[in-house]
């Protein structure tokens, strides 16, 4: 119905960057938030950064002036520039989208696959 296809992970040393990217396609009326969260091994999944429709961000307190969530709303895809890298944030970075099917009521959240972002020390 609807698919998040998520891109751009990779191995990185620290203080590297890497951007990536998670395209929305499918049955979409409309996505209202978009964001990123990510798990590393043994913890919960947790929310890396945020980006409504109006573009309106928020972000974890980890990653504050390191990363930046942005979105293009003609193609449904949202981007997070991921620089200064830390060990840290090795993690598995899940893209998620609040999405209004037609001929739904209510929006319903979907998930990415999942990508792998690794930054070695």
């Known amino acids: 119905q609807v698919q998040l296809v998520e891109s751009g992970g990779g191995l990185v040393q620290a203080g590297g960057s890497l951007r990536l990217s998670c395209a929305a396609s499918?049955?979409?009326?409309?996505?209202?938030?978009m964001g990123w969260y990510r798990q590393a091994p043994g913890n919960q999944r947790e929310l890396v950064a945020t980006v409504t429709t109006a573009g309106t961000t928020n972000y974890a307190d980890s990653v504050k002036g390191r990363f930046t969530i942005s979105r293009d709303n003609a193609k449904n895809t949202v981007y997070l520039q991921m620089n200064s890298l830390k060990p840290e944030d090795t993690a598995v970075y899940y893209c998620?989208?609040?999405?209004?099917?037609?001929?739904?009521?209510?929006?319903?959240?979907?998930w990415g696959q999942g990508t792998q972002v690794t930054v070695s020390s």
């Open positions: 998620n989208a609040d999405v209004l099917v037609p001929m739904s009521l209510h929006a319903s959240d979907y």
């Open positions: 499918g049955r979409i009326f409309s996505i209202n938030a």
